[in-house]
Nanobody, 126 residues
Framework: QVQLAESGGGLVQAGGSLRLSCAASGLTFSNICMGWFRQAPGKEREFVAAVSYNGGSTFYTDSVKGRFTISRDNAKKMVYLRMTSLKPEDTAVYYC???????????????????WGQGTQVTVSS
């Protein structure tokens, strides 16, 4: 049974940093593209970042480029999202997700992912 569990969210002031973690189990983690999405109140879930099976390639949505870094540790079955220079508009529930496909341009769409974590709340105060 595939399980994804996020942690690391919280309340931070604008300009601050957080690192989100996602622990995966029940899957062959090292073969799989992983992604992070977020959903703010009243808005649709949006793509944040994705990483290829070996960490060699990454995608980011434009609004987080240069501020967020996605990474993974295949030995630990973990994927991370390092967030710096946080802004109030980054406030959302952040979700870790397992992709059905290798990293491609489709990795920016939620339909490419078949398993999701429960989410972790990130709140950035101004």
């Amino acid at each position: 049974q595939v399980q994804l569990a996020e942690s690391g969210g919280g309340l931070v002031q604008a300009g601050g940093s957080l690192r989100l973690s996602c622990a995966a189990s029940g899957l062959t983690f090292s073969n799989i593209c992983m992604g992070w999405f977020r959903q703010a109140p009243g808005k649709e879930r949006e793509f944040v970042a994705a990483v290829s099976y070996n960490g060699g390639s990454t995608f980011y949505t434009d609004s987080v480029k240069g501020r967020f870094t996605i990474s993974r540790d295949n030995a630990k079955k973990m994927v991370y999202l390092r967030m710096t220079s946080l802004k109030p508009e980054d406030t959302a529930v952040y979700y870790c997700a397992k992709s059905q496909y290798p990293l491609t341009s489709n990795s920016r769409t939620a339909t490419a992912y078949d398993y999701w974590g429960q989410g972790t709340q990130v709140t950035v105060s101004s």
